[in-house]
T-cell receptor, first 115, second 117 residues
Framework: DTGVSQDPRHKITKRGQNVTFRCDPI?????LYWYRQTLGQGPEFLTY????????KSRLLSDRFSAERPKGSFSTLEIQRTEQGDSAMYLC?????????????FGPGTRLTVL | AQKVTQAQTEISVVEKEDVTLDCVYE???????LFWYKQPPSGELVFLIR??????QNEISGRYSWNFQKSTSSFNFTITASQVVDSAVYFC??????????????FGKGTRLHILP
């Protein structure tokens, strides 16, 4: 069983450009989460999906951010009109939500640098 | 509101020494989960342990052990006989429990651990 994968691993862009990141969860995991981690901080929750439904969005997720999970498999996170403050590591995690407990497994992250 | 505090920003110890990473949490929930994750220089968060708030039994896994004390809202992590490969940032984290939980994890700011050869 392969782990969570993310693409690209690194992205450098100029302010004002749009960027899109992809996350492939562990197969059969029905929940998928996006977190953002800035330097010296712990990851912060952005949004999550159960299957294809986006169930919650953090107030950190401005209107420039949009996430999708078509068909309940991979997910994309798009940032429009990037700003320097968007520079961070974007982490994806997946879990199998059952009636009991579950554990989130994280991908390697996409490091975004906005110049 | 939920909060996780890791007061130790950075720790350095010599290889083979024991080291304890402190974690204090705040929550109004009566049921919750506590976690520790390791983030090596490669950047990927590696799951170490999950503990249910009902289970205060301490746990040992090889050189790792965890001390959960509900009375002091602490969930400390000890590495025995540390090794250079243990060098990483360690995060303590918290999530709510219950039927309608969203499972989002609240992380502390992390403790950067340096194991010196």
């Amino acid at each position: 069983d392969t782990g969570v994968s993310q693409d690209p691993r690194h992205k450098i862009t100029k302010r004002g450009q749009n960027v899109t990141f992809r996350c492939d969860p562990i197969s059969e995991h029905n929940r998928l989460y996006w977190y953002r981690q800035t330097l010296g901080q712990g990851p912060e929750f952005l949004t999550y999906f159960q299957n294809e439904a986006q169930l919650e969005k953090s107030r950190l997720l401005s209107d420039r951010f949009s996430a999708e999970r078509p068909k309940g498999s991979f997910s994309t996170l798009e940032i429009q009109r990037t700003e320097q403050g968007d520079s961070a590591m974007y982490l994806c995690a997946s879990s199998l939500r059952t009636g009991g407990t579950d554990t989130q497994y994280f991908g390697p992250g996409t490091r975004l640098t906005v110049l | 509101a939920q909060k996780v505090t890791q007061a130790q920003t950075e720790i350095s110890v010599v290889e083979k020494e024991d080291v304890t990473l402190d974690c204090v949490y705040e929550t109004r929930d009566t049921t919750y989960y506590l976690f520790w994750y390791k983030q090596p220089p490669s950047g990927e968060l590696v799951f170490l342990i999950r503990r249910n708030s009902f289970d205060e039994q301490n746990e040992i896994s090889g050189r790792y052990s965890w001390n959960f004390q509900k009375s002091t809202s602490s969930f400390n992590f000890t590495i025995t006989a540390s090794q250079v490969v243990d060098s990483a940032v360690y995060f303590c984290a918290l999530s709510e429990a219950g039927m309608n939980r969203d499972d989002k994890i609240i992380f502390g700011k992390g403790t950067r651990l340096h194991i010196l050869p």
